[in-house]
């Protein structure tokens, strides 16, 4: 595939982006959003953390090894993220993006 001057593919492969969100629907039925981070709570060191949300934006419990391995997954299809912040990946649209600004900062 055909690279632009910055580096970036010039058609760019979804297909990988829609996979990897099939597969997460698979292994953690009912969600709609997996919101990653490498801010694990129980660790004071980077480390892989997600918390899968459901349509009501509920939080669905997952064990440790699911939620490492959905975030690693993430992690991997977009390597180029800025992954100090924490992002969300909507299922639906197979899309990702930063999750950590409030709705009151959005607007400003």
Known sequence: MLAMSSGTLACPDTDRQHRLAAQLAELIPGAVTIHVSLTDPQHAWP???????????????????????????????????????????????????????SSDDRGR
Not at 58 to 68: F, H, P
Not at 71 to 78: E, K, S
């Open 47 to 101: 480390h892989p953390h997600a918390v899968a949300k459901d349509p009501i934006g509920k939080t669905i419990d997952l064990n440790r090894t699911t939620a490492k391995i959905a975030a690693r997954w993430i992690l991997r299809v977009w390597p180029d993220a800025d992954w100090t912040r924490p992002h969300a990946f909507d299922l639906a649209s197979a899309t990702l993006i930063r999750s950590d600004l």
